[in-house]
């Protein structure tokens, strides 16, 4: 069965980057037909709330109501995977059997959670997090747990540690690493966080492994290689994987992710675009491919595919990468990226709880962390998008904020 007459756009994967692609499709006036095959039953929303809140009932973090695709003409197919693509014929094969053709094709299929390697990690109360019901039964389960183990110290795991510890739980993360968020934040900032976490009452085991998850249905305890822990649950977000098999079996290049030029249409087949956390792609700030895991990346991304496949001019993507994690009462926010940086440099703002970490590399500025100081970060942002390069000596001992108020009085930058 085919089930439209001319082909357009297929999107497959209804969250954030294939939500940025069909929206911007239309508002750049496109009007062929566009289908978005979406696995999760549930209408695109947004996953960083899922973490950041406590959820004790349906959370609702939908992009936009169902309205938004009907007045559109979206055809928005929730709960119908696609399960393969044939690029030769150009049509996409859904669990429900439909065949549907394209004109053009984007992967938006996201990422899934590494799964934890250690016995008993099939226990009940043993959650990882990535969807909305992730979230509403780690809610519920938070509603009665008393000791809560956290395994993986980065941005899901800290998050959900200060969840669990708002709720009044013994909260223990336990890391592999030396250092929380090792491969993601300056070692400063590492330090700085970890002492925050501490001061909330969250005990953090770095440099520890977990061996096993013990109990017979519920979970009772997680046996480290430093010692046993009481757990009654424990979550974990230790990194995640592109879903790039639909990719892979359509023989399209992958590896650890959709690989896409700068335009981000397929190596193999340029009727095929890949976006969001599932991509893999060239950056004019990093060395190399990389692939990201945000929302500025997936909303930019999926409205610059949505764009081009509506006719205008092509244009690489070039965005400055940002982020944030919002940590209990911390907000982590970084812009740039912070690959091979040889330099960190500190300022602290005018309160205790307000840092900044700038990292250069070869003497330019590259990427910007900041904690409890959103004005910093903004500053940033800017300066990191222009031309002008920010070097050390600019900034010795002060900020972004003041060098960009001293560059406007001398009528530089923007
Ligand atoms: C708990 C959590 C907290 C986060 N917090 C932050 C934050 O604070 N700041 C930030 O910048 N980023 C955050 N992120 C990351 C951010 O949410 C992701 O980078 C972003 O959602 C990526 O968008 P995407 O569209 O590529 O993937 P997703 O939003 O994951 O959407 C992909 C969708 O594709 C569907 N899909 C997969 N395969 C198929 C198929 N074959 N057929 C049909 N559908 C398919 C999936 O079910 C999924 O719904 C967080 C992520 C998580 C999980």
Redesign the pocket.
Known sequence: MTSASTAGVVV?????????VVSTLRASGYDSPVTV????P?L?????????KAHTDAVRAELVPESFYRERDIDLRLG????SVDTAARTVT??SGTHIPYEHLVL??????RPLPAPGAELDSVHA???LD??LTIGQALTTAREVVVVGGG??GL??AQVARARGAQVTVVELADRLLSRAVSPQVQEHLRERHEQAGVRILTGTAVRAIEGTKHVRRVVTDRGVLPADLVVY?IG?AP?D??ARDAGLAVDDGVIVDAHLRSITDPRVFA?????RHPHPYAEGLVR????????D??ALVGRRIAGSTPVPYTSLP?????QGDIKLQIAGLRMNTDDVYLATGDSPERLAAYAFRDDRLVAVETLNWPAEHLAARRLLEQSAPVCAADLAGSTLGALTRARRAAGVGG
């Open positions: 497959v994967g209804g969250g954030q980057a294939g939500f940025s095959l979406a696995a999760e549930h695109p929303y947004q996953r960083p709330p899922l973490s950041k119908d995977a696609a399960i859904t669990a938006a299929t996201g990422a899934r959670n997090l990535r969807s992730d979230a941005f899901i998050e959900l977000g995640a879903r098999e639909l976006v969001g956390d599932c991509a990201l895991e945000s929302v500025q990346n997936a909303t991304q999926g940002w982020f944030w994690s919002d």
